[in-house]
């Protein structure tokens, strides 16, 4: 599997791991259409990835990824913001069917969309630096590209609606508290410590270890479809409120 036409997403091979840092580092790697795009796509790519058994996650420089970024205004063509939304079910599910274990590594702020790609993979393990949360509602929309979904499983639904609903913003050790981060590690050893839980998972059984992952991921693929379609939508009736006005 060849990833070189990536433009804003680096892939290394270590062994059976393969690697991607999401790679807009002036931005603190937020994510403009073309890179929603190539999440959308490499997702789907990895999953036919016969050469890759573990999959990492994280950020250039001092971001992991602060989500959409506002610099650069929703589309204001409906055709095109329909894609975007489109492209928004498509990432969770390609992450959600992909069987090979992901880890994510939060090197820095994971904020919106950022905070669904760091909580979406299976391990998440967040550098002592790293804050999170889903600021959605802070710019005017639904928490709806996946955190209505993902974060009452983690940690439960009165501490996600709290969350949600204030779009507050928690360091790596707080999020470690209530069970949304598996790991809080030094800063400079978090490398060291994704590719640690990676090497172990490469060195594991592989089919017992992804069939485990895929068990697990059906109750989360239910949620999905039970709660994605009606958030989403809310989510794109707020973007034409705010592009109208």
């Known amino acids: 599997m060849d990833y070189k036409n990536y433009k804003y997403i680096l892939v290394e091979r270590v062994g059976k791991i393969l690697r991607l840092t999401l790679n807009r ?36 420089g001092r971001g992991f990824c602060a989500g959409a970024d506002l610099k650069e205004p929703l589309p204001t063509d409906k055709e095109k913001l329909d894609i975007v939304f489109k492209e928004a079910r498509e990432i969770l599910i390609n992450i959600l069917e992909i069987e090979k274990p992901i880890i994510s590594g939060l090197n820095g702020p994971a904020t919106g969309l ?90 594991g059984h592989k089919m017992a270890i992804q069939s485990t992952k895929k068990a697990v991921n059906l109750y989360i693929k239910w949620m999905l479809n039970q709660v994605f379609d009606y958030s989403c939508t809310m989510e794109y009736q707020c973007a034409m409120n705010v592009l109208n006005g």
Do not use: C
């Open 25 to 60: 580092p002036d931005r603190l790697n937020a994510v403009n259409p073309e890179m929603h795009t190539e999440i959308t796509n490499i997702f789907h790519d990895i999953r036919g990835d016969r050469d890759a058994d573990v999959i990492t996650i994280t950020g250039a």
């Open 114 to 203: 950022g905070a669904t790609l760091a909580l979406f993979p299976d391990i998440v393990v967040a550098s002592d630096r790293a804050k999170i949360g889903d600021t959605h509602v802070k710019v005017g929309l639904t928490a709806g590209d996946g955190g209505a979904v993902i974060w009452p499983i983690l940690v439960g639904v009165n501490k996600a609606k709290e969350l949600l609903m204030t779009g507050r913003v928690i360091t790596a050790l707080e999020a470690k508290e209530i069970g949304l981060v598996n790991y809080v590690v030094p800063h400079e050893a978090l490398d060291n410590k994704v590719m640690e839980i990676a090497q172990e998972l490469a060195n």
